[in-house]
């Protein structure tokens, strides 16, 4: 008990695994360059993303038909944005502006700023912080959603947590940081409204359902954020971490 490790060791719950402890090493400036290319690499622009191949667009007449069908698929000034070989349809929101739109597999505007602040305390480098601020600015530039019928949980907590985050940077303005924390608080009002049912959140601002893909775990950690941030200030919320 308590004696040094310093080899490889098998946790007693499963002999197939081994743990060994690599500790620090010291590689060539060459690593850094490698590094410092990544950083480059992730402060260029990045294009739009193409449809993927297997999605097929449907013409307006096709959509009419299909509310036909299917009453309600369209609701909420939704439009159809494609077709997958399996014969399924995906919908997109038509209501939703840019900034607050999610999808499976994208973490959106907000996901990327996100990135961006992980990314600046990882390298110190100010242009990631400088992204992330503007982004911060385009929600406070826009305001609240007005259509949230379609809107995720996770769109919401992602910008609070962002809101918050940036906010607590000694590079911004403090007049920008009580603006971004007021937006932050306005947000998670109207995420409260738009989102509870039955002590828990929904999958959108439409939906009777839940789902976790929809993000309820980022929201209810915004909040905790939220209330960390004003009522106990001596708790350091780090922001929502995101990866992909």
């Given at each position: 008990?308590?004696?040094?490790?310093?080899?490889?060791?098998?946790?007693s719950?499963?002999?197939?695994?081994?743990?060994?402890?690599?500790?620090?090493?010291?590689?060539s400036?060459?690593?850094?360059?490698?590094v410092?290319?990544?950083?480059?690499?992730?402060l260029?622009?990045?294009?739009?993303?193409?449809?993927?191949?297997?999605?097929?667009?449907?013409?307006?007449?096709?959509q009419?038909?299909?509310?036909?069908?299917?009453?309600?698929?369209?609701?909420?000034?939704?439009?159809?944005?494609?077709?997958?070989?399996?014969?399924?349809?995906?919908?997109?929101?038509?209501?939703?502006?840019?900034?607050?739109?999610?999808?499976?597999?994208?973490?959106?505007?907000s996901?990327?700023?996100?990135?961006?602040?992980?990314?600046?305390?990882?390298?110190?480098?100010?242009?990631?912080?400088?992204?992330?601020?503007?982004?911060?600015?385009?929600?406070?530039?826009?305001?609240?959603?007005?259509?949230?019928?379609?809107?995720?949980?996770?769109?919401?907590?992602?910008?609070?947590?962002?809101?918050?985050?940036?906010?607590?940077?000694?590079?911004?303005?403090?007049?920008?940081?009580?603006?971004?924390?007021?937006?932050?608080?306005?947000?998670?009002?109207l995420?409260?409204?738009?989102?509870?049912?039955?002590?828990?959140f929904?999958?959108?601002?439409?939906?009777?359902?839940?789902?976790?893909?929809?993000?309820?775990?980022?929201?209810?950690?915004?909040?905790?954020?939220?209330?960390?941030?004003?009522?106990?200030?001596?708790?350091?919320?780090?922001?929502?971490?995101?990866?992909?």
């Amino acid at each position: 008990m308590g004696e040094k490790q310093n080899g490889p060791f098998q946790p007693s719950f499963n002999a197939s695994l081994k743990v060994d402890f690599q500790g620090s090493r010291v590689t060539s400036d060459g690593g850094l360059i490698l590094v410092r290319e990544l950083d480059e690499e992730g402060l260029r622009p990045q294009p739009e993303r193409a449809a993927p191949p297997t999605r097929s667009r449907m013409s307006r007449e096709g959509q009419l038909t299909l509310e036909k069908r299917f009453p309600g698929i369209l609701k909420h000034n939704r439009a159809i944005d494609g077709t997958n070989p399996d014969g399924g349809w995906f919908t997109r929101s038509a209501a939703l502006s840019p900034q607050w739109v999610m999808a499976y597999g994208s973490s959106g505007p907000s996901g990327a700023a996100l990135l961006d602040l992980t990314r600046f305390h990882q390298t110190k480098d100010q242009r990631f912080l400088r992204r992330a601020e503007q982004q911060a600015d385009r929600y406070l530039q826009e305001g609240l959603p007005k259509a949230t019928f379609d809107l995720w949980p996770r769109a919401c907590g992602q910008v609070i947590s962002l809101l918050l985050a940036v906010s607590r940077e000694d590079g911004i303005a403090t007049a920008k940081q009580e603006r971004y924390r007021a937006f932050a608080r306005d947000l998670a009002d109207l995420s409260i409204q738009v989102f509870h049912k039955n002590g828990l959140f929904r999958a959108d601002g439409s939906a009777e359902h839940y789902e976790a893909i929809t993000g309820a775990d980022d929201l209810v950690w915004a909040l905790v954020q939220l209330h960390c941030a004003l009522n106990r200030p001596d708790v350091k919320m780090e922001h929502i971490d995101v990866n992909w």
